[in-house]
């Protein structure tokens, strides 16, 4: 099976870059997703990495070493707006069975 | 487009009653997915189906059953709810095999006294 471990809480300031990372356990691996949900809200896709490297769009950048079996998402600009939970996934295998991690809060500071 | 919706938007059962939760996508994609989310929880896969007239198990599908009739409807049933179920559904689409990019409803609040 799978297991992915993300920091719980992170904190910044308005203008700032954060870093949150993403390191997984998998028996197989079909790449790393990033996903954003704002309080109340529902997720919404932010990237997608099944190769080694960074992927740019925008303010957020996404990053996979397989190697290491770690990804991170790069905010940079912070806005208040970036205030949410952040979570990362994998495909466990052929199938369309989705693990997602448990998921980082960050919160945004003026 | 309305994208994904789902209905209901909140609901309270009692423990042992039965319900039925409806997902509906208009975007003509293949892949259905229903998860539950925990306070302060990622998101667990139930139950998932890769066309019409299928339905797989996820991570979490004890106590859960799901019919995919039709290509834009995922139904996703509680036969006898228990306190243990209470927790945020939602539903997702995507197009292709393998498509990381899955499009969420806006979600079931769902609390079982």
């Known amino acids: 099976g799978q297991s992915l471990e993300q920091p719980s809480e992170v904190t910044a300031v308005e203008g700032a870059i954060v870093q949150i990372n993403c390191t997984y356990q998998?028996?197989?691996?079909?790449?790393l997703s990033w996903y954003q949900q704002h309080d109340g809200g529902a997720p919404t896709f932010l990237s997608y990495n099944g190769l080694d490297g960074l992927e740019e769009t925008g303010r957020f950048s996404s990053f996979l070493s397989r190697s290491d079996s770690y990804g991170y998402l790069l905010l940079q600009e912070l806005q208040m707006k970036d205030s949410a939970s952040y979570f990362c996934a994998v495909r466990e295998g052929y199938g369309q069975n989705f693990v997602f991690g448990p998921g980082t809060r960050l919160s945004v500071l003026p | 487009n309305a994208g994904v919706t789902q209905t209901p938007k909140f609901r309270v059962l009692k423990t042992g009653q039965s319900m039925t939760l409806l997902c509906a996508q208009d975007m003509n994609h293949e892949y259905m997915y229903w998860y539950r989310q925990d306070p302060g929880m990622g998101l667990r896969l139930i139950h998932y189906?890769?066309?019409?007239?299928?339905?797989a198990k996820g991570e979490v599908p004890d106590g859960y059953n799901v019919s995919r009739l039709k290509k834009q409807n995922f139904l996703l049933g509680l036969e006898s709810a228990a306190p243990s179920q209470t927790s945020v559904y939602f539903c997702?689409?995507?197009?292709?095999?393998?498509?990381?990019?899955?499009?969420f409803g806006p979600g079931t609040r769902l609390t079982v006294t």
């Open positions: 189906s890769v066309g019409e007239g299928t339905t």
């Open positions: 997702a689409s995507s197009y292709l095999e393998g498509s990381y990019e899955q499009y």
């Open positions: 998998t028996s197989g691996f079909y790449g």
